[in-house]
């Protein structure tokens, strides 16, 4: 395992502070490294793997496209592409899709969808984009200028312009930065990388009208919220408050490398031959996956589960926020939950590594805990015992 490290950081650029492990493979909720030590996952790959790994039905269904067609370019019509379609605009309410190979990819074309509906609207391209403080929309230089996290940013300037952020669940920032030139509004539902913050039942319905009333666009990133996290298959139905645009990606293909937008009609309609194209995104391996992932959310009641697992999930971790002074609360939806610590948790991941559990954090002061969907409750007291057993220990 060493000499594997040792390798990759020499071929490997330093994006990342990688932990001491090599993953060889999964098995349900478990994840196993190159010497055969087990792990059990509330990381997901970051919120991506909702089935679990090794999901036979899934590896089946890759398999089978793998011998059939892995990728035509969109010039032509295939068939994975077309159910998978089916199936979002189904769930999410939306009307039409556009496939891309990642989540950063998918708000890249909302922002640009957002910007072309104002430009055939009021035929200019000087628009104004509104954004959360302390949001997280992708790496991109038009997802960075989005991002509301400074850090992120200021290394990268000048990014795009005409980006505005307001206060998330603060009706009264955005109101203050709308004006006639405010093409759009994007938000996660749920705050993920900023803390895990849910968005208020008052602030997602004011924001829609607030958007209503100024003929504003409303993006939903529900990336890492969504496809069934919080009990939904989109966040965003809890509220029953409909998106004009929405992104979506990690667990919309459970470990291929696909994203997507999706929008209403006459939202969709601003886009012409030739607006936006991509060369991966959406061939016939990434989408027969998306269309598998669909089934399996109906046929193992993934919703149902969440729903059912969530409360044990929460109350468990309530109890070691009032057995430790140092965590200062529980927050989140669904499972997609955090524990907030008074001090940095960078040293509590790798300790509870080396006890056989990944956690991931969401900041500095956030342990995240989203891990696959099909988690039992034995599952929740072994997370739990491993990482009571180490804050007891700090």
Known sequence: MNQYIEEAEKVLMHTYNRYQIVLDHGEGVYLYDTSGKKYLDFAAG???????????????????????LLHTSNYYYNVPTTLAAKKLVKASGMDRVFFTSSGTEAIEGAVKL????YYKKHGVSDSQIISM??????????????????????AFEPLIGGVLFAEFNNLESVKELINETTSAIIMEPVQGEG?????TKEFMEGVRKLCDDNHILLIFDEIQCGMGRTGEMFAYQKFKVQPDIL???????????????AATEKVAAAFEPGDHGTTYGGNPFVTAAVSKVFDLFESEKILEHVNEITPYLIEKLEVLVKKYD???ERRGAGLMQGLEFNKPVKDIVPKVMESGLILIAAGTHVLRFVPPLVIQKEHVDEMIAILDQTLSGI
């Open 46 to 68: 970051i919120a991506v793997f909702a089935l679990g790994y090794s999901n036979k039905e899934y590896n089946d269904a890759l398999k089978a496209q793998i011998d059939k």
């Open 195 to 199: 803390g895990l913050y849910p968005a």
């Open 247 to 261: 992104t979506s990606a990690k667990a919309l293909g459970c470990g291929v490398p696909v994203g997507a937008f």
């Open 114 to 117: 957002a910007r072309k509906y």
């Open 326 to 328: 140092f965590i200062v």
């Open 133 to 154: 403080n302390h949001s997280f929309h992708g790496r991109s230089m038009g997802a960075l200028s989005i991002t509301g996290t400074k850090k992120y940013r200021e």
